[in-house]
């Protein structure tokens, strides 16, 4: 019996598992937001700030309910809030003054894109040179002085409103 249990007599058996994480499949047009913004079929799309985002939905959730349209399918209405309850976390800024002013202060800009100029509106870097390693597209349009005070001005206007 002792000879039965020696390893050397067994055959380990490999279970392959499921993998943890499915692979991303590489974008057909080699997109990309680097020094060259390449967004392929999204390159001349608007886009949206968080705070936009969250503005927008709030008023589409808003006319729904005034309008009794609450028949939204019980998968999209945990999305739904899920998307909601993001925004409410991350957007900046809350009342639409403030995005308003955000946005018209940035559109003065107008040799950055519509990305470039969601993402500033978005990720309220403190110095040039974090918005240009976030935004690495930004290097090339604008010097870090006027960056410097587009930053400032978008940040004042978040303190204004706090």
Same mark, same amino acid.
């Given at each position: 019996?002792?000879?039965?249990?020696?390893?050397?007599?067994?055959?380990?058996?490999?279970?392959?598992?499921?993998?943890?994480?499915?692979?991303?499949?590489?974008?057909?047009?080699?997109?990309?937001?680097?020094?060259?913004?390449?967004?392929?079929?999204? *390159?001349? %799309?608007?886009?949206? $700030?968080?705070?936009?985002?969250?503005?927008?939905?709030?008023?589409?959730?808003?006319?729904?309910?005034?309008?009794?349209?609450?028949?939204?399918?019980?998968?999209?209405?945990?999305?739904?809030?899920?998307?909601?309850?993001?925004?409410?976390?991350?957007?900046?800024?809350? %009342? *639409?003054?403030?995005?308003?002013?955000?946005?018209?202060?940035?559109? *003065?800009?107008?040799?950055?894109?519509?990305?470039?100029? $969601? *993402?500033?509106?978005?990720?309220?870097?403190?110095?040039?040179?974090?918005?240009?390693?976030?935004?690495? $597209?930004?290097?090339?349009?604008?010097?870090?002085?006027?960056?410097?005070?587009?930053?400032?001005?978008?940040?004042?206007?978040?303190?204004?409103?706090?």
């Amino acid at each position: 019996m002792a000879g039965n249990l020696n390893p050397a007599n067994h055959q380990i058996k490999q279970i392959k598992h499921a993998p943890t994480s499915r692979s991303r499949p590489r974008p057909a047009d080699n997109e990309e937001a680097s020094t060259v913004l390449n967004l392929g079929e999204f *390159q001349d %799309s608007n886009t949206l $700030s968080l705070s936009e985002a969250r503005l927008l939905i709030d008023a589409v959730i808003t006319r729904r309910k005034d309008s009794g349209l609450n028949n939204v399918k019980e998968a999209e209405g945990e999305v739904l809030s899920k998307t909601q309850d993001y925004l409410d976390n991350f957007a900046r800024l809350k %009342s *639409q003054a403030p995005i308003e002013d955000v946005s018209r202060m940035l559109d *003065q800009h107008g040799n950055l894109e519509a990305f470039e100029k $969601s *993402q500033l509106a978005t990720l309220f870097c403190e110095s040039a040179e974090e918005a240009k390693v976030l935004i690495p $597209s930004l290097a090339s349009k604008i010097d870090d002085a006027d960056l410097q005070n587009l930053l400032n001005s978008i940040t004042n206007m978040r303190h204004m409103t706090a």
